[in-house]
């Protein structure tokens, strides 16, 4: 036998010792014997051509390196075929024995020797590769070489060199083709998962996260600093957009530019009262565009002042937790499922998709923060026929939500809540009680300072959670103004009565979503508390009492807990989890109601607040003047009993009326809401059967498509623009490391330097150098640490040309500039 044959290929083989690979070779082989027991030919089999002719078939080649593949990156045919001999040997002690043959002969059905899970897997999966081929001409004709060369053997004595190595190209082509195909396949079988890939998003007011479901769980990704949560906070400096824990970093030195609690100004009109209210507990400016609550910065980019909606401030937490997943999941993220408090109305809900779009996301799903919650405790229970209270209370609302659980199916029976009531309206209440004592004690009035108030906030942050688990709290702020700082202490008791009228007011929301629910104490199975704030003891207290006797979880309160059901969602749209079964019933309900001005400006509802929609509703009235022949319809929404407190949001003339008495012709209004909030109004003399038609948008406040599409070409631009910055900046000092690392190195270029100033440089460079290895794939390092570094190169290259200035002849060292 000649020696083996060296085979040429595009990529590197990785050369697997026998001893590595022996035991998937001896049960491929032995599979494969099996096949031709199968086949009636073991007994009369010449083995010798057969190990042969199983070494030229390509086929099996294919197969015998995809189980390879699972070890190392390639295989490498030159050891297969250095251990032919060995095979033989192999094939030769199966052949001496009898209870192999006859086993094999007696029962063509079985057979009788171990096997590994992972190949006979693998296998199908190759099966499955030759079936999806057929479908293509060109994979059928390559599958019909294969299957011709079945049983041709390779003759290693050929006397022809140039005929064997026509032969060896042709197989290794034959290989390269395959592989080619198969990586095609998985490449789409890939693309096809990635796709399908939806994330979960907690877009909380105080802290946001993301999550996705895959292989069978929820896996909660961590940002660059290895925290599930992600401050909501954003700030603009240098004319550059930070996000998360970088703008709070930053946020006492820069209060006018850090923008936090933006949620609660998201879908509503500049007009509106708590937009007012939350004016003036914020840090930065808020002004009226076409009744829009826009943020205002000074300046930005070289435009003076320069206006962001919130929707686009948002917009930039989403894609920072878009970036998150992408670099933990390896691939661009298109979908999410995104987490919404239940008090949003229609115009809220549809911001938070336009924040999507806005982010490079399509929001294939909006669920209520509450739902999440019980979606991702409610599977441990599925299958039960359960009345679970969920109250979940975060840094801006209160939700309350009564779902039902029956069979697999999530039903939301009602829910109630506050939109402005939560962990900030506690921090705020706390910040007025330290402004309170600084001027009672040192007549120092802080309202106007927005840096003082800024360290006020985040001093009542902590002293409100560390209250949670003390009884006491000592309160140190330096430098509240120059020369001032703040010391005093807090007790629970003090705390509890400053916020009495915000724990009257979680008395009152539960008393209202119990009613509304229809349902007896007794049927409440459970109550489930999610949210940071359910740790403050006075609210368990307050849920202990409202809900005696009844079971309340607060192992739940860990705030991933609405991401991880917002993920869950994900995976039953993509139809990725195994509770494909699982139905999740959404029930609508109007979070305002819709009336109809009658005489003396009052507000007739015809759709009440919470009325659960698609929905159609008809109210009749009639005329206040003889002969009236024509009536003006005004449409408003709002809870006042008076229009003038409510908002208009329509109006049409009903001509053709019947000319009659007042108090006598029977006009028929009729309301139909649509999910979409579009709201269909058909007014109709119910005597004459004329009518009139009109269509009302109920979302005012959304954006025109067309700003929406800017918006997101102006957040993908400022993030491709980070991200070239960055890129650029590393590479730049990359080479500055390595071109003055050379440069130190050089005889002539010393002659410059005394040997203090050459040590000391060559220490700067190598230090510079040790810090970038270190940190230059540590997304945590910040673009201005790397900027820093590379100006401490410019200093070196400064002191170069000042040295070359002074000598008399610079040509010698010209190279080095």
């Known amino acids: 036998m000649k020696e083996p044959r060296s085979y040429t290929e595009k990529n590197k083989r990785v050369q697997i010792e ?57 295989f490498c045919l030159i050891q297969f075929e250095n251990n032919i001999e060995q095979i033989k040997l192999l094939l030769n002690n199966l052949k001496k024995s009898e209870s192999f043959a006859n086993d094999e002969h007696q029962n063509n059905n079985q057979i009788n020797i171990p096997y590994n899970d992972k190949l006979i897997n693998q296998n199908n999966e190759n099966h499955q590769f030759k079936q999806i081929k057929n479908n293509t001409d060109k994979n059928a004709q390559q599958e019909n070489l294969f299957n011709s060369k079945l049983n041709q053997p390779l003759d290693l004595n050929l006397n022809n060199k140039d005929q064997q190595t026509i032969q060896n190209k042709q ?38 996260s993301v999550c996705i479901y895959r292989n069978g769980q929820v896996e909660i990704i961590k940002n660059e ?159 039960e026929k359960k009345n679970v ?62 840096e003082a108030i800024q360290k006020l906030q985040i001093e009542a942050q902590r002293v409100k959670e560390a209250l949670s688990e003390k009884e006491e709290v000592n309160i140190q702020i330096n430098d509240v103004i120059k020369g001032f700082h703040f010391i005093d202490n807090i007790n629970r008791q003090r705390f509890e009565a400053i916020n009495e009228g915000l724990f009257n007011r979680i008395k009152t929301a539960l008393k209202t979503a119990f009613e509304e629910s229809n349902l007896d104490i007794k049927d409440i199975h459970e109550v489930i508390l999610v949210g940071g704030l359910n740790r403050i003891p006075k609210i368990q207290e307050i849920i202990q009492e409202f809900f005696k006797g009844i079971p309340i979880r607060k192992d739940r309160i860990n705030d991933e807990l609405i991401c991880a059901g917002a993920a869950i969602r994900g995976g039953i749209i993509s139809q990725k989890m195994p509770y494909k079964y699982i139905q999740i019933i959404e029930v609508e309900r109007t979070s305002i109601s819709f009336g109809v001005e009658t005489v ?66 029977q006009i028929e209004v009729t309301f139909e809401l649509d999910l979409n909030g579009i709201l269909d109004v058909t007014v109709i003399d119910l005597d004459t059967k004329s009518q009139q038609k009109h269509i009302v948008t109920t979302n005012k406040m959304r954006s025109s498509q067309e700003e929406i599409e800017q918006q997101k070409e102006n957040n993908k631009r400022e993030q491709e623009k980070l991200s070239y910055k960055r890129e650029s900046t590393i590479r730049v000092l990359d080479l500055y490391i390595n071109r003055y690392q050379n440069q130190f190195q050089s005889s002539d270029f010393e002659k410059l330097w005394s040997k203090d100033e050459l040590d000391s440089m060559k220490a700067m460079i190598s230090a510079i150098s040790k810090w970038f290895q270190q940190n230059k794939n540590d997304k945590k390092i910040k673009t201005q640490e790397f900027e820093e570094q590379l100006q401490n190169f410019k200093r070196i290259e400064q002191k170069i040309k000042e040295k070359i200035k002074q000598m008399e002849n610079p040509s010698e060292v010209k190279e080095y500039l």
Do not use: W
């Open 18 to 74: 026998f001893n590595t690979i022996q035991v998937f070779l001896n049960l491929i082989l032995l599979l494969y014997l099996h096949y031709f027991t199968r086949q009636e030919k073991c007994q009369n089999y010449d083995y010798e051509q057969f190990i042969e002719s199983l070494i030229t078939n390509q086929t099996f080649k294919n197969i015998f390196i995809k189980q390879i593949n699972d070890i190392q990156e390639s």
């Open 600 to 665: 003396g400006g009052y507000m007739s509802k015809i759709i009440p607040k919470g009325t659960i929609y698609p929905t159609k509703l008809s109210k009749k009235y009639t005329i206040n003047h003889d002969y009236q022949e024509e009536i003006l319809i005004q449409i408003y929404q709002g809870e006042s009993y008076r229009t003038l407190d409510n908002e208009k949001i329509g109006e049409f003339i009903l001509s053709g009326i019947q000319r009659a008495k007042k108090q006598i012709p």
């Open 171 to 208: 197989k290794i082509k034959e290989i390269e083709t395959y592989e080619e195909n198969q990586a095609k396949i998985n490449q789409s079988t890939d693309q096809k998962k990635q796709s399908q890939s939806i994330i979960g998003i907690d877009l909380g007011m105080k802290y946001s």
């Open 389 to 450: 209270f969920v109250i979940n209370f975060g840094g801006g609302t209160l939700d309350i939500s009564v779902v039902a659980v029956s069979k697999n199916k999530f039903y939301d029976i009602t829910h109630a809540g506050e939109s402005f009531l939560g962990g900030e309206d506690f921090d705020q209440s706390l910040v007025n009680y330290f402004k309170f004592k600084i001027k009672a004690s040192k007549n120092i009035d802080l309202s106007n300072d927005k």
């Open 225 to 383: 600093y290895g925290s599930i949560r992600t401050p909501s906070i954003v700030a603009i400096s240098n004319d550059e957009f930070l996000v998360g824990e970088d703008a709070k970093n930053q946020a006492i030195l820069n209060p006018q530019n850090t923008f936090q609690n933006v949620k609660r100004i998201v879908g509503k009109r500049y007009s509106d009262p708590m937009v007012q209210l939350q004016m003036k507990n914020v840090s930065y400016e808020i002004v009226n565009n076409t009744n829009k609550p826009y943020i205002q910065v000074s300046e930005y980019q070289g435009q003076s002042p320069k206006q962001f909606s919130p929707e686009y401030i948002q917009a930039k937490i989403v894609s920072k937790l878009k970036k998150i997943a992408e670099d933990y999941l390896g691939f661009e993220v298109k979908k999410a499922v995104i987490s919404v408090p239940v008090t949003f109305n229609d115009a809220q809900k549809q911001a938070t998709k336009d924040i999507g779009t806005i982010a490079d996301l399509d929001v294939v799903s909006i669920i209520t923060e509450s739902k999440a919650a019980a979606l991702a405790y409610g599977l441990d229970y599925s299958q």
